[in-house]
């Protein structure tokens, strides 16, 4: 009798524990493998994206690997890391698209050979996404160009500073500013840079942007390093009381910004959310719970200014590192 109670409790803790591991996404010694292919690896943004990743990955025990290229230009590189992730094992991939269009085809290759994708930030052309995770772009290009209509008075002569235009959140925020400040009856769009996503090749085209038509009183910066250089092109020119300079993110160069004058809005985004809620969205996948995924899921974003700089929301969205989504 004594035997048999003793092997009715190894079974049931055999069986705990293979429901345990199962629940942690383990089972004996195997984890998840995801691989989260960023669109780089050099800005706060994705160092924020890369915190929210971790995070998930212990709370799931999922194996993670982060890569991303040097510069935000460079969608070959990233479809390298795709096509080297799945030579890896990848089970699923998180990924955020240089290249709406060039990048796809590597993403379809990754889900021919089984790999479950998620999208974060910006999406790409793939119908092979489960689900997109991050900002509503043309919502916040609207928040970014009503922070000046509500602050600027008169007319606006704007100028605008993007990245690729083969990226597509860049291009929806745009889309989303120049439709807000048409709809306004007061605003005229005077020019359009795109830049490399490099703070200093964008204070260089952002000074030449201003010289060349000193008649513009708003500018927009549509990512973190195009605000980081524009905040510079503005700060080095001295037009911070004639320029009103609304930004996208949390940087340290761009908050000084707005506590020095130069910087007026920042829009910033939750990029650690982002990298949580794709590794989470992954592991979910992964466990055979893809049916409890949206097929878009939009991730807080906020308007930042002097005048709630140090309110405890605009902390809490300046500083994410350690804030786990609710």
Same mark, same amino acid.
């Not at 999922?62 to 990848?90: F, S």
């Given at each position: ?29 195997e ?33 993670l ?22 030579e ?10 240089i ?5 796809? @085809? =590597?993403?379809?290759? #990754? *889900? &021919? %050979?089984?790999? +479950?994708? !998620?999208?974060?930030?910006?999406? /790409? ?12 772009n043309? @919502? =916040?290009?609207r928040? #970014? *160009? &009503? %922070?000046?209509? +509500?602050? !600027?008075?008169?007319?606006?002569? /704007? ?32 020019a /359009? ?23 513009i009183?708003v ?7 195009t605000?980081?250089?524009?905040a ?18 949390s ?76």
């Amino acid at each position: 009798m004594r035997r048999n109670r003793a092997a009715a409790m190894g079974a049931a803790l055999a069986l705990l524990c293979l429901l345990c591991a199962c629940g942690s996404g383990q089972v004996g010694s195997e984890r998840h493998k995801v691989a989260l292919v960023a669109k780089s690896t050099q800005t706060e943004f994705w160092l924020s994206v890369f915190a929210g990743a971790q995070a998930a990955a212990a709370e799931y025990n999922v194996e993670l690997t982060l890569a991303g290229p040097k510069t935000e230009e460079d969608y070959e590189t990233q479809n390298r890391m795709v096509a080297d992730a799945v030579e890896a094992g990848a089970q699923a991939l998180v990924f955020s698209a240089i290249d709406y269009e060039n990048n796809a @085809a =590597a993403i379809d290759a #990754a *889900a &021919q %050979a089984g790999v +479950e994708i !998620v999208a974060i930030d910006s999406s /790409v052309d793939s119908d092979q996404v489960r689900t997109y995770i991050g900002t509503d772009n043309h @919502a =916040a290009g609207r928040m #970014a *160009a &009503q %922070a000046a209509l +509500e602050q !600027v008075d008169g007319p606006l002569y /704007v100028g605008l500073v993007n990245y690729d235009e083969a990226t597509a959140n860049g291009q929806e925020r745009q889309r989303g500013a120049v439709e807000a400040f048409q709809e306004s009856g007061r605003a005229q769009v005077v020019a /359009v840079v795109n830049t490399l996503v490099e703070a200093e090749r964008a204070r260089e085209d952002t000074a030449a942007l201003l010289r060349e038509h000193p008649e513009i009183n708003v500018l927009l910066a549509f990512n973190e390093p195009t605000s980081v250089g524009a905040a510079g092109a503005v700060e080095a020119l001295g037009l911070a009381d004639r320029v009103f300079l609304v930004g996208f993110d949390s940087n340290v160069a761009t908050i000084d910004g707005l506590q020095e004058g130069y910087v007026d809005a920042l829009v910033v985004q939750n990029p650690y959310a982002m990298g949580y809620l794709g590794v989470e969205s992954a592991y979910q996948l992964l466990a055979g719970r893809g049916s409890e995924l949206e097929p878009v899921v939009d991730t807080s974003t906020q308007i930042v200014n002097r005048n709630n700089l140090f309110s405890l929301d605009s902390q809490k969205a300046l500083f994410a590192f350690d804030q786990r989504p609710e």
